[in-house]
């Protein structure tokens, strides 16, 4: 367990590293050499989590995920709002999902995969707003796989302006201007009023999901729990 958690230490301090890097210098200008130096960690040491710069880019761009195990919601729509208000709470405090944003939107990294983000977004809301209309909750004429690429579109603009503004400060409020805006489009009226599209829902619901995670772990050694390794 301990050799484990050390290979998982391991594996998160060269991410980090590589988010610093990635988002100084872009990843085409980024070497190894930086990461490791800034890591602190030997050649051997990033290649046996990584083969290459562009595997760990890959890595680095898979922390901005959906997350898979948010609480549940009896509505499907505040399901879909939790989604963007944890995702800007993420923006705002984690470096390595500010770096995954960062290289989605690299013009540079040509030879990376940087549209798989894009994609796992839209496929997560796509299959949250279908359970969205199975419960009657959207509008008849909402198109599900329309609606999700353009909330994930506009939520990447929407960041991008808020980064450059104010480094994020305002990203909470910035998104829940947007879903204010876009909901009366899609959802039913009984249900819209019922949303909490607060700017503080997304630190709220991430610490509701940090707790349900640490209460998630097996008992070890009688009453002693080991940390679960960070969510991100």
Known sequence: MARQDRAIRTRRSILEAAAGVFGERGYASATVEEILNRAGVTRGALYFHFA???EVALGVLEAQLPLDRLPERSSKLQRLVDHGMVMAYRLQHDPLVQAGVSLALDQGARELDRDAAF?????????????A???????????VTD??????????????????????AD???????L???????????????ALDLSPDRGRRVFEEYEAGA????PPMMGSQRTPPPAPL
């Open 147 to 168: 609606t999700a690429e353009f909330l994930t579109g506009a939520f990447a603009g929407v960041q991008a302006m808020s980064q450059a503004s104010c480094n994020r």
């Open 171 to 177: 990203l909470g409020r910035r998104v829940s201007v």
């Open 119 to 131: 994609r796992a977004w839209s496929e997560q809301l796509r299959q949250i707003l279908t359970e």
């Open 133 to 143: 209309r199975a419960q009657g909750e959207l509008l008849p004429h909402v198109d």
């Open 179 to 193: 879903l204010r805006h876009v909901l009366p489009s899609i959802s039913t009226p009984a249900l819209l009023a």
């Open 52 to 54: 290459s710069k562009e």
């Open 214 to 217: 640490r209460e998630a772990v």
